[in-house]
């Protein structure tokens, strides 16, 4: 036999409202309330908030979990997920430098155009603390006049070269642009050498537009 109990409100003892439902909404429990159910499943086609326009899921400190083969389908407006390519950095030396001949020169990079993360010292850039992870870099070099010289560029990560380029000799007006990515730990420092072999010293323009070490952040 199938028994029906009909109520549009359920009380407890003292009165207030366990569960309610008014024009087709159904209402557990009340403001200030903690709803527990047990088991290990809940199953809606919807959550929406009880007031507001704002639906938390989780406090902090907890791990929501997307298991494997669940997909993710956003048609809205999606905040705070990937990375914002930080720490990236710009920085220069100002004034010219002269380099020595035949002298692996590290250039004494002294201003900062931008560096979020203010790694920028001693002439090098910094991996700060908790920034550790793959980076793309540049670094360049401009010359003016005529260096009959061969001419090397090349990145250093805690003194040791990670990648560089060579130029030939009789350049005039040159330049050389170094690229390259690289994983990069809390602490690493970075560098921009410059050697030439002219027979004589010479010097490189001082200036952002002209001699600079940038990079980001890419994971």
């Known amino acids: 036999m199938t028994s029906i109990l009909k109520a549009d409100t359920i009380q407890d003892a003292a009165g207030n409202n366990i569960i309610n439902e008014n024009a087709d909404t159904i209402t557990i429990g009340a403001a200030g309330d903690t709803v527990t159910v047990p088991g290990t499943e809940v199953k809606s086609n919807k959550l929406s908030p009880a007031s507001g326009t704002a639906l938390q899921i989780g406090d902090s400190g907890d791990t929501i979990t997307i298991p494997s083969g669940a997909t993710i389908a956003n048609s809205g407006t999606a905040t705070g997920f990937g990375g914002t390519n930080t720490p990236n950095f710009w920085i220069y030396k100002a004034s010219a430098q002269t380099i020595s001949n035949t002298t692996a020169t590290s250039i004494a990079f ?29 670094f360049r070099y401009i010359w003016l006049g005529t260096w009959d010289a061969r001419i090397i560029a090349y990145l250093q990560k805690n003194g040791s070269s990670i990648f ?56």
């Open 110 to 138: 002294d201003t900062a155009v931008i560096d979020t993360a203010s790694g920028l010292g001693s002439n090098k850039w910094t991996v700060p603390s908790g920034q550790g992870g793959t980076y793309f870099l540049t």
């Open 164 to 219: 560089g380029m060579q130029n030939d000799k009789e350049r005039v007006d040159g330049g050389v642009h170094v690229n390259g990515i690289a994983t990069l730990s809390a602490g690493d420092y970075l560098e921009g050498i410059v050697y030439q072999d002219s027979g004589s010293s010479r010097d490189i323009v001082g200036g952002s537009l002209w001699n600079a070490l940038s990079g980001f952040k890419l994971l």
